[in-house]
């Protein structure tokens, strides 16, 4: 079946002659477009006969994966075809392409695996970056990759930027892009304030205002909240109050099933209140809806290069992304918008999300990099330059992981990148297939990766969920979350050519195994217990009182949270501390003792900040001990020197003497200055 896109009654068609002839001519186009105009789905298929593409493909690359397989199957159902035929997609452990295949919608990471298999992309004619606002981390260094193969191998590949909410002066600039625009056929959309909502009661408040909604509005309700905890809460409230209307949820870890009954209408034609995360912004069509309910939070991971972990943050969205909500009601007819925040906040709102680049943990990406021959991420143009810290920390992790040696990529590190998995998880799995635990390993990552299919009661040891997992395996008969986790258990497994094991496990190779992932989250249970773990990295963190692995001499911690004080521990393993011999290092130590005051000059055996042993050096160097008292006056200087008051005269006059004569040379008796050049003056 041909294609005609003059048939489709849809805003894109009318720019879609300006979109071909742009690319006739220049080799990267920005394309922006309103939510709904058909542009994800009808400008690939527009390209198909280009004569610049020839017998080439075009790549798709969509941030989310429920996006690209709907995408897709748009698609092909404008052709005429199943998934798979002249459309097809790629995402992690899942796809649907063929021989035929013309267009590829691919997600998460994967147009940048196919970059280092090939850096010029033979036989691909354009990628397509779509809703490139939401700014993943996976598209931005994809763009990097992609101009510098344009640039240098493949001046002909074509390169197109959609979204509908885009700073198109500053992105047209950076790109050197022509920039075609379409008006799209939004209807208007009346936007309410509800006032200033509460994030910690918000499934109530919503509830409220949903049936309010119900009563006062037809069509069908769009409600977006943070995250799935939310989600379920209101999906409780509102089953109890809502009586003849679905409840649909809506979020990238539900079943296709469950997703596909809040994507399309209800077969039996009852009204829904759709419960969404930020998945419903922008790339899926959601029919029937009418009324948008925007809580005005969503749920960001932000990373942290000093504790080298990554925190699940509740924040204020942004205005595009707000603006970007309200349209979905606007798509049929006039639609309504319920914010849960005050007209005053809406005008403190940033303007556009931070990009997930200056706020995410970058072993991926520097590994990247280093595959690519990048040693230094500035070569690269960036659209938001990597945060030097960030890249430093991810430097410094793959340097120990041994993936890099002085920042080029080793064997280990090429293996590593094989892997379709962050570096961690991956270098646990080729240490576990030296050490003969590689089916254990399969179930572990899985595990790790994934939301925790068991309750907060089942405790924080992470044995109990790969035992879970292999009995439901026996009965081929997986509980909610553990069919997920079993898939990709699956792809491992397929990967490294292993069959299913149900067999029983010993915890102290779990605990090995994440030991070899994190390092740094080997724990030592403090003086005293209570339940406190020192972890190598020299931060702290509890299990609860009542857990089974509370009261554990030492743990491996798969999954913690991070907080100033105390984190908390969610899984865990037992460990033995002599499976631990590669990570244990002997060190001179000369430093002060903050506590009990005077030097310590000892030698450490330790792993991490952990001491295991420690011995007094008969000899330190007089020199050393000098370096150690002059680190720690600068550290705690306040504390250490006796600032009396003939001391603090004395820097009184000097200093009065200074401003009364400022034409001669005073020496700076600043206190914050003596203390950090007291190594000059203090001996």
């Known amino acids: 079946m041909s294609f005609d896109y003059r048939e489709i009654d849809l805003p894109i068609v009318d720019v879609l002659e300006n979109i071909k002839q742009s690319l006739i001519n220049d080799t990267t186009l920005i394309v922006k477009a309103p939510p709904g105009a058909g542009k994800s789905s009808i400008v690939p298929l527009a390209l198909l006969n280009e004569e610049w593409l020839g017998d080439q493909k075009i790549i798709i690359l969509e941030p989310r994966r429920l996006a690209a397989k709907s995408i897709a199957t748009r698609m092909s159902e404008l052709l005429g075809e199943q998934v798979g035929g002249r459309v097809g997609y790629r995402i992690r452990f899942d796809t649907k392409v063929s021989s035929s295949t013309q267009i590829e919608v691919v997600t998460e990471g994967i147009l940048t695996r196919m970059l280092h298999q090939d850096n010029g992309l033979e036989g691909v004619g354009a990628v397509i970056f779509d809703e490139f606002h939401e700014r993943s981390i996976h598209a931005d260094i994809a763009m990097a990759l992609c101009r510098e193969s344009q640039q240098i191998l493949r001046q002909d590949l074509r390169i197109v ?143 942290d290069p000093k504790s080298g972990l990554s925190r699940l943050e509740t924040v204020q969205v942004s205005k595009d992304s707000a603006d970007q909500r309200a349209g979905r009601a606007g798509r049929l007819g006039p639609g309504h918008c319920y914010r849960m925040w005050t007209k005053v906040a809406q005008s403190r709102l940033k303007e556009q999300a931070v990009p997930e680049i200056e706020q995410a943990d970058l072993s991926s990406l520097v590994l990247d990099l280093a595959h690519w021959g990048i040693m230094d991420a500035n070569q690269l143009a960036w659209l938001s330059p990597p945060p030097r810290g960030n890249l430093a920390q991810a430097s410094e992790l793959l340097h120990d992981l041994g993936a890099l040696a002085d920042d080029r990529i080793t064997e280990h590190g090429k293996a590593i990148h094989r892997i379709p998995t962050q570096p961690r998880i991956a270098h646990m799995l080729i240490k576990a297939e030296e050490l003969g635990m590689i089916s254990l390993a399969t179930d572990l990552a899985a595990i790790m990766e994934e939301r925790d299919p068991m309750s907060k009661e089942t405790g924080i040891d992470i044995n109990m969920r790969i035992l879970a997992l292999r009995k439901q395996r026996q009965l081929n008969s997986f509980a909610r979350g553990f069919s997920k986790i079993e898939k990709v258990a699956k792809q491992y497994r397929s990967f490294f050519s292993i069959e299913a094991d149900n067999d029983p496990i010993d915890e102290l190779e779990t605990g090995l195994l994440i030991a070899n992932a994190y390092p740094e989250r080997i724990a030592y249970a403090r003086p005293g217990n209570n339940a406190q773990f020192q972890m190598a990295n020299g931060r702290y963190a509890a299990a609860g009182h009542q857990d089974d692995l509370a009261h554990e001499t030492w743990l491996a911690i798969a999954n913690v949270n991070d907080r100033d004080k105390s984190g908390r521990i969610f899984l865990a393993s037992p460990v033995d501390p002599s499976d631990l011999k590669d990570m244990i290092k002997i060190e001179e130590v000369i430093k002060w003792d903050t506590r009990d005051g005077g030097l310590i000059a000892a030698e450490e055996t330790r792993i991490g900040n952990i001491v295991l042993r420690s011995k007094a050096l008969p000899d330190p160097d007089n020199s050393e001990l000098v370096d150690a008292i002059v680190r720690a006056i600068v550290k705690e200087g306040d504390h250490l020197l006796d600032w009396n008051d003939e001391v603090e005269q004395l820097l009184n006059r000097v200093n009065s003497l200074k401003k009364w004569n400022q034409f001669k040379t005073w020496p700076d008796f600043n206190k914050e200055v003596l203390i950090k050049t007291n190594a000059n003056w203090l001996s």
């Open 161 to 303: 930027v959609m979204s509908a909410t885009l700073n198109m002066p500053e992105l047209s600039e950076l790109l050197e892009a022509s920039v075609v625009e379409s008006e799209g056929r939004q209807y208007p959309v009346n936007i309410e304030y509800c006032g200033d909502a509460d994030w910690r009661i918000l499934p109530e408040m919503i509830s409220k205002i949903a049936n309010t909604a119900v009563n006062k509005h037809e069509g069908d309700i769009l409600v977006f909240l943070p995250g799935q905890a939310e989600i379920r809460k209101t999906e409780e409230l509102l089953k109890r109050s809502l009586k003849g209307i679905k409840i649909c949820p809506l979020y990238g870890q539900l079943a296709p099933a469950k997703q596909a009954a809040a994507i399309f209408p209800d077969r039996e034609g009852n009204r829904k209140v759709v419960l969404a995360t930020t998945i419903a912004e922008t790339s899926l069509t959601i029919e029937g809806v009418s009324v948008v309910i925007d809580s005005g939070f969503t749920r960001i991971s932000r990373f």
